[in-house]
T-cell receptor, first 115, second 114 residues
């Protein structure tokens, strides 16, 4: 299995809703990432997990809450989002934080719309 | 921290022709890796090609090849025999173990004319 699977593919939520994005990989990768991407822009790093521990938080607002229940799963919990949070949310994984020689494997993303 | 620069926002190529996408980077690390990613409208980021900085030989993957000029910190992507399916946004990226991050350029939108 050489894929990163993200669900759901599309999500529309109100500003008072609570929702979660899910990401799963079975490649034995020990580093997992959440990125936010606006149209025609590069992905922006949000969070990095290494061996199931939060390693990097790029000063992301607390309305975004990551969770890594085990080495294969990564969640992003969303609460009280703003319309400007509407974007494509990409999950990625790599062997580990320091060995980037094989690059990251990305999922196909969740298109989030906040209304 | 490393930086990656893609100065051309858009390019167009005729089907079956060759196109080169430019990228420059800057890093103080000696151990780093360079990548080109493709993002079609389906939105998944797909790894096209990678280059280890310590290797002088330019990487090649079928119709895709790079011109890696280490001294000039240049890493361009050449697409030969362009196909309609090559139309996408292409991102150049750099990874170093030192800061454990994959840094992207701004990307370039490639269109392919039939």
């Amino acid at each position: 299995d050489t894929e990163v699977t993200q669900t759901p593919k599309h999500l529309v939520m109100g500003m008072t809703n609570k929702k979660s994005l899910k990401c799963e990989q079975h490649m034995g990768h020990r580093a997992m990432y959440w990125y936010k991407q606006k149209a025609k822009k590069p992905p922006e790093l949000m969070f990095v997990y290494s061996y199931e521990k939060l390693s990097i938080n790029e000063s992301v607002p607390s309305r975004f809450s990551p969770e890594c229940p085990n080495s294969s799963l990564l969640n992003l919990h969303l609460h009280a989002l703003q319309p400007e949070d509407s974007a494509l949310y990409l999950c990625a994984s790599s062997q580990d934080l320091y060995r980037g020689n094989y690059g990251y494997t990305f999922g196909s993303g969740t298109r989030l719309t906040v209304v | 921290a490393q930086t990656v620069t893609q100065s051309q926002p858009e390019m167009s190529v005729q089907e079956a022709e060759t196109v080169t996408l430019s990228c420059t980077y800057d890093t103080s690390e000696s151990d780093y890796y360079l990548f080109w990613y493709k993002q079609p409208p389906s939105r998944q980021m797909i790894l096209v090609i990678r280059q280890e900085a310590y290797k002088q030989q330019n990487a090649t993957e079928n119709r895709f090849s790079v011109n890696f000029q280490k001294a000039a910190k240049s890493f361009s992507l050449k697409i030969s025999d362009s196909q309609l399916g090559d139309a996408a946004m292409y991102f150049c990226a750099c990874h170093t173990g030192a800061n454990s991050k994959l840094t992207f350029g701004k990307g370039i939108t490639l269109s392919v004319r039939p």
